[in-house]
């Protein structure tokens, strides 16, 4: 299906089932245990063997030697897979670093070896036996040190144009009569999800199945194919559940590349979990950023010129954290200037992580505009809706599809009881803890991708949906259902989703925010087209036809869908494909942050009293799961703002907190009341569903909006996340 006008009166638009508050029909197997994870595939890898991956122990350099004799020796050791006796291995199109390493070495705990024997036990204590030597190599570890040297990344259909320039910012800005210049910076984060990386890998001739977790089947079956040297068509990945991805399993890792290598050595099953450590530093994380915002206003709140330039760094050849990137299109103002340059850094890869680019973008961006706000004595809400603009202010010919933000702010402003905030910061006092309230915009772009699915009629009326879209805890399984339903006028329990396995159409996968939208969007196209086929069947017109309650309908016909399918069922096909209304509309979702927050006066310590999300964003297809979905990343937010920080040594290239005792997330203590409104909002620009996304939108500009609480509640800037006590001691008010 061409989706290249604007959608019209469809079948989703019944919202008999689309838009319903639905419990997800996979959390039954979720709740048992009956939702078998990657590790947890013993009926289909029985017997399998155990891997443990040894992890490089320098950040820079090269293997000098490894002995291996005693690991070999050790109970139970079937094989140890190094670089030397792997075999000739390529690089995946979406890895940076090599996924085994040696002899030389790219980053802190890059895997060298895979020590494979019968149990767990005897793996992890037979890799205790490998000795290896080193020789260090000077490396970069420090993004401020290398700030001067960065360089602009070259653009992709992700980042855009590394620099653009609309009108002249220098001279608009040195004429404002208000200005401001800071500079943000945000740290290295980790995604911190539940479920470890893990694979079971087993050949069966030169045909290899991995069961893994991992976001992108189709990515990853090219990545794997590539880095064996062996067709695409020999890999077959399987990922039907997965417990937290958040841009973490977007790309294939070191687990399940090592899993495939010690299955072909060992010739059976093999199974390999990263340890939370390699977790940390083997695998991708969000990259810390350095960004400086200037902004120039006239007295009565105009921005008349915006700059944003941001740094970040990555190994040789990887990719910049795009934080500028809202700034293009967020508020308006003639005279801009935006900037992206990357530092060459011998860290592990930094890559995705939840809203890439916006979330630590938008930690800057948002403080940015407060402090603006105040400059002119403006209300922070006041200020941004002044602002606003319903053309892309870099190409003002394309306006945008749908845009909500002012009656975001404004919904919030009144749910939120905004008016009883005291302008003046570090006034309001409740017993020992100063109180404040902090606001931020949020935004995030919506991507759109093709994606493709197969739908089968049998002869009960049953639809079955294969697809090889992904469900990293977002309820994939529930809207893919509901979609299916409400095409084919079907009840929910009528229809079956098969997800994550390449041995399926093609799909979107998850991530970016773009996987509901375009992964039901491909579900309705091969719906639609099992419609026409039914309806071909029939001897109906295919617009005649009227599916609901499990009938087929054309004038005083009524036919039960389960005869229409006869004895052999029907199978239909197809998928979502999009022209060019993308380049003629800028396409986004918006939404508003508010939070309060209470400082201990004497301590420093923070405590978040109550958050709101306000967002619009498109048709909200499960208003249960996507309010899950928006308050955990207002969790992710607050961890972002006051906790999160994978702390860097700087001397030996690798982050110390690597596990979850060091590396803090808040906790259910941490977050006592959330609550979510969804903007009565659908965009028929977008797709047939309507829809766009919104689980990243849910932490764009979450963090800003604590800092800001935090300052309307203390008096005190905090510009470098995270805003831990340390931060605010030596300045909070004097205790009366």
Not at 15 to 38: E, F
Not at 273 to 296: D, E, V
Not at 493 to 503: C, E, P
Request: a neutral charge; charged letters at 20%; proline letters at 5%.
């Amino acid at each position: 299906m061409k989706f290249d006008t604007p959608a019209t009166t469809n079948p989703i638009d019944q919202l008999k089932v689309i838009g319903k508050p639905t419990d997800r029909i996979d959390g039954p197997l979720k709740t048992t245990g009956s939702a078998h994870y990657a590790y947890e595939r013993n009926a289909e890898a029985p017997h399998a063997a155990y891997g443990y991956v040894i992890g490089a122990g320098i950040a820079k350099g090269r293997i000098a030697s490894m002995d291996l004799n005693a690991a070999r020796a050790a109970p139970g050791v079937l094989a140890i897979v190094t670089a030397r006796n792997a075999g000739k291995l390529g690089k995946g199109d979406f890895n940076t670093a090599k996924l085994l390493g040696g002899p030389d070495i790219d980053h802190y705990h890059q895997a060298v070896a895979l020590v494979v024997a019968n149990t767990f036990e005897q793996a992890r204590a037979a890799a205790q036996l490998v000795r290896i030597e080193y020789v260090r190599s000077a490396g970069r570890f420090d993004l401020a040190a290398e700030k001067d040297a960065a360089q602009p990344p070259k653009p992709n259909s992700f980042s855009g144009e590394p620099i653009t320039k609309v009108g002249d910012f220098d001279a608009a800005y040195a004429a404002a009569s208000v200005q401001l210049d800071a500079t943000y910076t945000t740290p290295d984060e980790s995604h911190a999800m539940m479920e470890p990386h893990a694979s079971i890998a087993e050949w069966k001739g030169e045909k290899l199945t991995v069961w893994t977790s991992n976001q992108m089947i189709a990515w990853g079956v090219g990545d794997v194919a590539k880095t064996l040297g062996i067709p695409a068509s020999n890999v077959r990945l399987v990922s039907p559940f997965i417990g937290g991805g958040f841009g973490g399993k977007l790309f294939v890792r070191a687990d399940a590349l090592l899993a495939a290598l010690g299955a072909r050595a060992v010739r059976r099953p093999v199974k390999v979990a990263l340890p939370r450590p390699l977790m940390m530093n083997n695998t991708t994380h969000r990259p810390a950023t350095i960004q400086r915002i200037r902004i120039g206003a006239t007295p009565d709140g105009k921005i008349t010129a915006m700059a944003h330039e941001g740094w970040s760094g990555d190994l040789p050849g990887g990719q910049a954290e795009t934080a500028v990137n809202q700034s293009r299109l967020l508020y308006a103002g003639a005279n801009r200037l935006t900037a992206t340059r990357l530092a060459v850094l011998d860290l592990p890869e930094g890559n995705a992580m939840r809203a890439p680019g916006e979330a630590p973008g938008m930690m800057a961006l948002e403080i940015a505009m407060d402090e603006m706000a105040e400059k002119l004595a403006l209300d922070p809400i006041e200020f941004r809706v002044r602002n606003d603009t319903q053309v892309d202010p870099e190409k003002p010919e394309r306006p945008f599809s749908r845009r909500k933000l002012i009656e975001c702010l404004r919904t919030g402003a009144e749910r939120f009881e905004w008016s009883r905030r005291n302008a003046r910061p570090g006034q309001q006092r409740e017993g020992r803890w100063l109180v404040g309230m902090g606001v931020a915009a949020a935004f995030r772009n919506n991507l759109l991708t093709k994606s493709a699915a197969r739908v089968r009629l049998d002869n009960r009326g049953v639809v079955t949906v294969e697809t090889d879209m992904t469900d990293i805890g977002t309820g994939s399984y529930t809207i893919i259902a509901q979609t299916a339903a409400e095409t084919m006028g079907l009840p929910l329990q009528k229809v079956v989703v098969r997800l994550g396995d390449s041995a399926f159409p093609v799909s979107s996968g998850s991530g970016g925010q773009w996987g509901a939208n375009n992964s039901t969007s491909g579900v309705y196209a091969a719906c639609m087209k099992l419609r026409d086929a039914v309806a071909k069947k029939l001897g109906m017109a295919s617009g005649d036809a009227e599916f609901s309650d499990g009938m087929v309908r054309a004038g005083e016909r009524v036919v039960p869908l389960a005869e229409a399918a006869g004895a052999n069922g029907l199978v239909a096909e197809d998928g979502i494909e999009y022209g060019d209304l993308d380049k003629k509309y800028q396409q986004s979702t918006f939404g508003a942050h508010f939070v309060e927050v209470g400082v201990d006066a004497a301590t420093g310590e923070i405590r978040v009293r109550r958050m709101l999300a306000v967002c619009a964003a498109g048709r909200i297809l499960n208003p249960k799961s996507a309010r899950s979905q928006v308050i955990g990343a207002m969790t992710m937010g607050v961890g972002g703002a006051l906790m999160e920080d994978l702390a860097l040594d700087k001397r030996q290239g690798f982050f110390v907190n690597h596990d979850l005792a060091g590396y803090e997330v808040p906790v259910h203590a941490d977050i006592p009341h959330q609550e979510v409104i969804f903007m009565d909002e659908t965009d028929p620009i977008s797709s047939p569903m309507k829809a766009k996304g919104v689980g990243e939108l849910g932490i764009c500009g979450v963090a800003a909006a604590v800092a800001n609480a935090v300052y309307n509640a203390t008096g005190i800037r905090v510009r470098d996340y995270p805003i831990t006590l340390d931060k605010l001691l030596e300045r909070l008010p004097p205790v009366a």
